[in-house]
């Protein structure tokens, strides 16, 4: 990566604001699953080290509408934070004005502070200058290592770096070059994997792909639209009839790479099935089931498709996988991943639903990195660049 880090800026009696990635999901006031707090920490813990004057922390959470909702604090989140880093964290009720001010003058020497949601100010996803000129007047430095958020041009991952010296945090900088080298310099054979529901939302990324990989897995629900694309009836699948001549071009396009599902598991509905059973894709979908998961032959088939890669990235699952007995599929490719990354391969997992399949499955430790954004990944792997990345400091 060639923008600057932590590493490259002096932090001693500095006041340092850190735009992290604290999305997590709340229950009854208590955080759900703390994984993107751990993946802060070492960012975190190595500016306490070099001795700052505070350390303030900023981040969003969820899709509050405009305006502050108890639904959406982050207060629950300090209480996490603390515990994990074994300090005292301090809570702002606002991210910015008289209450923000108040709590970072009354922080002692080296303190962490986390202020409030961001997105509780409509300016936040406008990328607002007055809104990122109050957050920067809390900093000396300004350090970005939320990548689930760098896709995103507010004004808290990239507003805010027009008004302070900006760089990068050790999460963000592990993300971009694991999916930079993967992209750029793979071991050979690379193969990648999508899933997921709809071929519309990752067409871009089949493109960009397609012409670096060595075969590219197709399963999901976007694999449906391929078949009808080849006139199989998908029965009461979830097919997009207005990707079809897109599905059309990316098959003539992809040729012996793109990889298709040879069988699947269907259903006559998705809760409480009456009838689940696997069947022969070519045979088509009958009238009154639908394609829930991939079938036994298509796993092996991935299988052997895995067998000699190098260089494994996989975004989205292979089913739904949420609701068992759908969840086969997606777990299988979760045991491949992890038994390829036992023999030396480099496996990525990019984030979203797949980061949450291998969490489920046990299966995380297994892998060589899992990513923390889902959106910013898929932009990377589709070859944009990220806003919140290009705002920072090059490394000179």
Same mark, same amino acid.
């Given at each position: 990566m060639n923008k600057a880090t932590i590493r490259d800026i002096?932090? #001693?009696? %500095? $006041?340092?604001?850190? $735009?992290?990635?604290?999305?997590?999901?709340?229950?009854?006031g208590q955080v759900g699953d703390d994984t993107r707090? $751990?993946?802060a920490l070492p960012t975190i813990q190595y500016i306490l080290e070099q001795e700052p004057r505070a350390v303030i922390l900023m981040s969003h959470l969820g899709r509050p509408k405009g305006g502050p909702d108890p639904k959406y604090s982050l207060r629950p989140v300090a209480a996490a934070l603390q515990n994990l880093l074994g300090r005292e964290v301090q809570f702002a009720p606002a991210a910015v004005g008289q209450e923000a001010e108040q709590a970072l003058a009354s922080l002692p020497e080296g303190g962490v502070l986390l202020l409030e949601n961001t997105r509780f100010y409509p300016g936040e996803e406008k990328n607002d200058p007055e809104l990122a000129r109050s957050l920067a007047s809390l900093g000396d430095v300004y350090v970005n290592d939320a990548f689930g958020s760098a896709h995103r041009a507010h004004s808290s991952t990239v507003g805010v770096a027009d008004y302070l010296p900006a760089v990068s945090g050790f999460l963000m900088e592990k993300e971009i070059d694991y999916l930079s080298t993967a992209l750029e310099n793979p071991k050979r054979p690379f193969v990648a994997i999508?899933?997921?529901? #709809?071929?519309?939302? #990752?067409?871009g990324v089949i493109e960009a792909l397609l012409g670096k990989v060595d075969r590219l897995l197709i399963g999901g629900g976007m694999a449906n639209t391929f078949f009808k694309a080849q006139g199989i009836e998908m029965g009461n699948s979830l097919v997009e009839?207005? =990707?079809? /001549?897109?599905?059309r071009s990316l098959l003539q396009k992809g040729g012996d790479k793109l990889v298709l599902p040879v069988d699947a598991v269907i259903a006559d509905k998705l809760d409480q099935p009456g009838e689940t059973r696997s069947t022969e894709i070519a045979q088509g979908v009958p009238q009154g089931y639908a394609v829930y998961d991939i079938g036994p032959k298509t796993i092996?088939?991935?299988?052997? =498709?895995l067998s000699d890669a190098q260089t494994i990235v996989w975004n989205g699952p292979m089913g739904v996988f949420e609701k068992p007995p759908f969840d086969q599929g997606t777990n299988a490719v979760a045991q491949i991943l992890a038994e390829a990354t036992e023999r030396g391969a480099t496996t990525i997992i990019g984030g979203? /639903?797949?980061? =949450?399949a291998v969490e489920e499955a046990g299966l995380a430790d297994k892998m060589t990195h899992i990513s923390t954004g889902g959106g910013a990944s898929l932009e990377m792997l589709e070859g944009k660049q990220l806003p919140g990345v290009?705002?920072? %400091?090059? $490394?000179?």
């Open positions: 002096d932090l #001693k009696g %500095k $006041r340092v604001l850190v $735009r992290v990635d604290f999305n997590v999901p709340i229950d009854n707090i $751990r993946a999508l899933g997921g529901a #709809k071929v519309s939302d #990752k067409i009839a207005d =990707a079809l /001549d897109t599905a092996q088939q991935f299988r052997e =498709a979203g /639903d797949s980061a =949450a290009v705002a920072l %400091k090059d $490394r000179s």
